[in-house]
């Protein structure tokens, strides 16, 4: 049997601004990931189990885009297989769907990890990488490749689309709150809602895109100097900007009040917004209190984290 894990992710900065060539910050969230088990089959094929979403099919009764199935063919193409043998692949994960935590980045980056090695052929992370990204445009239309990066490498990214990965390094650590609104939130309808708002005046979004731009540009700086006290008003800055591009929700907006009540530093939404999940910086001793602050305004469930 061969088997892989990856992590869940957040973004910390710079979410849809990323989509239009401005930086992000990302970084790995342990505490969550999905995992992939290979084993032989007794029965002729490459049988998929999925239980979290119900999935029990052999490959070639998958529609042909389906992202497992595509996820499979392809990396067994990359890793010049042309007549599989017979397996088993079962994948369970931790990590909600549809909620910014990169689930299916995710889900992507374990199997591609173990269906390589079970077929003597382990994939660079860089190859690891470019196939996660192929799966990602199938989730999410034009992704700007931010998750399968920062899942595949599982440190720290400071990342500009179509550029080599930076990863950054934390000079003190710092603790994040994560939020669930519970609400699944496809982020391909709100990149798309933002590109509408762009066709439209083009040149009042750019601006807004580059205010993004210099807020990530800071918080690198502040986490790099180990001033992480400061990216509590760059977070609120952030979110004020994402509330303007349409992507914030009631109970987005309702769980910054709540986390930034309760004491947090600063707070905002994580990914594609629209619902899935807000992120609170909080000092380490306050880090129950929001959460369940967070609880009490009704998160489906927090998960603390330390970025390091
Ligand atoms: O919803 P998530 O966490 O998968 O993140 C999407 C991030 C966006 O910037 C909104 C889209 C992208 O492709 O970068």
Same mark, same amino acid.
């Given at each position: 049997?061969?088997?892989?894990?990856?992590?869940?992710?957040?973004?910390?900065?710079?979410?849809?601004?990323?989509?239009?060539?401005?930086?992000?910050?990302?970084?790995?969230?342990?505490?969550?990931?999905?995992?992939? +088990?290979?084993?032989?089959?007794?029965?002729?094929?490459?049988?998929?189990?999925?239980?979290?979403?119900?999935?029990?099919?052999? &490959?070639?009764?998958?529609?042909?885009?389906?992202?497992?199935?595509?996820?499979? @063919?392809?990396?067994?193409?990359?890793?010049?297989?042309?007549?599989?043998?017979?397996?088993?692949?079962?994948?369970?994960?931790?990590?909600?769907?549809?909620?910014?935590?990169?689930?299916?980045?995710?889900?992507?980056?374990?199997?591609? @990890?173990? &269906?390589?090695?079970?077929?003597?052929?382990?994939?660079?992370? +860089?190859?690891?990488?470019?196939?996660?990204?192929?799966?990602?445009?199938?989730?999410?239309?034009?992704?700007?490749?931010?998750?399968?990066?920062?899942?595949?490498?599982?440190?720290?990214?400071?990342?500009?689309?179509?550029?080599?990965?930076?990863?950054?390094?934390?000079?003190?650590?710092?603790?994040?709150?994560?939020?669930?609104?519970?609400?699944?939130?496809?982020?391909? +309808?709100?990149?798309?809602?933002?590109?509408?708002?762009?066709?439209?005046?083009?040149?009042?979004?750019?601006?807004?895109?580059?205010?993004?731009?210099?807020?990530?540009?800071?918080?690198?700086?502040?986490?790099?100097?180990?001033?992480?006290?400061?990216?509590?008003?760059?977070?609120?800055?952030?979110?004020?900007? &994402?509330? +303007?591009?349409?992507?914030?929700?009631?109970?987005?907006?309702? &769980?910054?009040?709540?986390?930034?009540?309760?004491?947090?530093?600063?707070?905002?939404?994580?990914?594609?917004?629209?619902?899935?999940?807000?992120?609170?910086?909080?000092?380490?001793?306050?880090?129950?209190?929001?959460?369940?602050?967070?609880?009490?305004?009704?998160?489906?469930?927090?998960?603390?984290?330390?970025?390091?």
């Amino acid at each position: 049997m061969t088997s892989a894990s990856a992590p869940g992710k957040i973004i910390l900065f710079g979410e849809h601004a990323v989509v239009y060539g401005r930086p992000a910050l990302a970084v790995p969230v342990m505490q969550v990931h999905a995992d992939v +088990e290979i084993s032989d089959s007794r029965r002729a094929g490459i049988w998929v189990d999925a239980p979290d979403i119900s999935l029990h099919a052999e &490959l070639s009764a998958l529609p042909p885009t389906h992202p497992l199935a595509t996820t499979i @063919r392809n990396t067994l193409r990359a890793a010049g297989v042309t007549n599989p043998p017979s397996l088993k692949i079962r994948v369970t994960s931790t990590i909600p769907v549809a909620s910014g935590l990169g689930s299916g980045a995710a889900v992507s980056v374990a199997i591609i @990890r173990a &269906l390589s090695s079970l077929v003597n052929h382990p994939l660079s992370d +860089e190859e690891v990488n470019v196939l996660a990204y192929e799966i990602e445009k199938l989730h999410h239309g034009t992704p700007s490749g931010i998750d399968n990066t920062v899942i595949t490498y599982a440190k720290p990214v400071y990342f500009v689309r179509g550029q080599p990965i930076q990863t950054f390094s934390v000079a003190r650590a710092f603790t994040i709150v994560i939020g669930d609104t519970g609400r699944a939130a496809p982020t391909k +309808e709100s990149v798309g809602d933002v590109r509408k708002l762009w066709e439209v005046d083009k040149s009042r979004w750019e601006a807004v895109f580059d205010k993004v731009g210099k807020i990530v540009l800071d918080a690198r700086k502040a986490i790099e100097s180990g001033m992480w006290e400061r990216l509590g008003a760059l977070m609120d800055s952030n979110h004020a900007l &994402l509330q +303007e591009m349409t992507v914030s929700s009631l109970e987005l907006d309702r &769980l910054v009040l709540a986390a930034k009540a309760a004491g947090a530093r600063g707070a905002k939404l994580s990914g594609g917004g629209r619902g899935g999940n807000m992120i609170a910086l909080v000092k380490p001793e306050d880090a129950e209190k929001v959460a369940s602050a967070l609880l009490s305004a009704g998160a489906r469930h927090t998960i603390v984290t330390t970025v390091h």
